[in-house]
């Protein structure tokens, strides 16, 4: 059953790269299923994400089975505009360190996916845990932001089901 947050309003949410590139490993017989729920929802509007994932996904393409071009149809009602995001991922990159080391030329999107998350009232879906890393649900803890892992989104979501 749909989850719904404080207001009463069915849940929203923030997908993170880790979520999208997990699908096919921990869903092997049932991802397109899963896709088609994830659709689904980005038509009605309670799942988002931002471009710097997409990217991520390009970069990841072999292993993300490329998930880029699936979500490729559904730009534009997909993408929360992360340019607004500036200045609250820059505190939160901060706060933060570890989400993007300094080393890395690459601008990371975790920070902007909290940001956004915290902005728009959404709960990011990460899995972070599926690698072995739990920056995400850390940072997610420390702003207060909600944060589920993949196979909690899709069992609230009844994604296996269709």
Same mark, same amino acid.
């Given at each position: ?40 929802? #980005?038509? $009605? ?7 710097? !994932?997409?990217? +991520?996904?390009?970069? %990841? ?52 996916? #909290?940001? $956004? ?7 990011? !879906?990460?899995? +972070?845990?599926?690698? %072995? ?30």
């Amino acid at each position: 059953m749909a989850l719904s947050d404080s207001s009463g309003s069915l849940r929203s949410y923030i997908l993170d790269t880790s979520s999208i590139m997990a699908i096919p490993y921990q869903f092997p017989h049932t991802k397109d299923t899963i896709w088609n729920g994830i659709t689904r929802l #980005i038509e $009605a509007g309670r799942l988002k994400s931002i471009e710097l !994932v997409i990217e +991520e996904l390009k970069r %990841h393409a072999v292993s993300a089975e490329n998930a880029h071009v699936r979500l490729e149809p559904y730009k534009d009602c997909l993408l929360i505009p992360w340019h607004p995001l500036l200045t609250r991922a820059g505190v939160i990159a901060h706060d933060c360190s570890y989400l993007s080391p300094p080393n890395n030329p690459r601008l990371k999107a975790d920070p902007f996916i #909290i940001a $956004a998350a915290e902005v728009h009232n959404l709960t990011v !879906v990460c899995d +972070e845990s599926y690698f %072995h890393r739990r920056k995400m649900p850390a940072a997610c803890q420390q702003f207060h932001v909600p944060c589920v892992r993949l196979l909690d989104f899709v069992s609230d979501e009844n994604l296996e089901l269709g």
